[in-house]
Nanobody
Framework: QVQLVESGGGLVQPGGSLRLSCLASGFALDNYAIGWFRQAPGKEREGLSCISSTDNSTYYADSVKGRFTISRDDAKNTVYLQMNHLKPDDTAVYYC???????????????????WGQGTQVTVSS
């Protein structure tokens, strides 16, 4: 069964850090690019970052550039999103998703992604 499972979310104070994990089962991640997205209540899903499967090129939205870092460990079939200097505006449900080989030309392009996780809640509040 093909599955993506996110973990690592939780409640953190402003300025804090979290590391999200996206574990794949039922297939190998090494031929897929992986994107991270988030959706806050009442807002559209936002593309945050993507890492390719070929040369591990990484891409970030302006809203998280310099604070978030995407990485992958294909031996563990896992992709990570390290989130530092968190702000209340980062509060959302965070999702990972797969797309074959290359990241889409823009982070907001959702259609090519074929597998999605169920999401993990991140709440940034004092």
């Amino acid at each position: 069964q093909v599955q993506l499972v996110e973990s690592g979310g939780g409640l953190v104070q402003p300025g804090g850090s979290l590391r999200l994990s996206c574990l794949a089962s039922g297939f190998a991640l090494d031929n897929y690019a992986i994107g991270w997205f988030r959706q806050a209540p009442g807002k559209e899903r936002e593309g945050l970052s993507c890492i390719s499967s070929t040369d591990n090129s990484t891409y970030y939205a302006d809203s998280v550039k310099g604070r978030f870092t995407i990485s992958r460990d294909d031996a563990k079939n896992t992709v990570y999103l390290q989130m530092n200097h968190l702000k209340p505006d980062d509060t959302a449900v965070y999702y990972c998703a797969t797309v074959p080989v290359f990241c889409p030309p823009r982070l907001q392009i959702v259609a090519p992604y074929d597998h999605w996780g169920q999401g993990t809640q991140v709440t940034v509040s004092s």
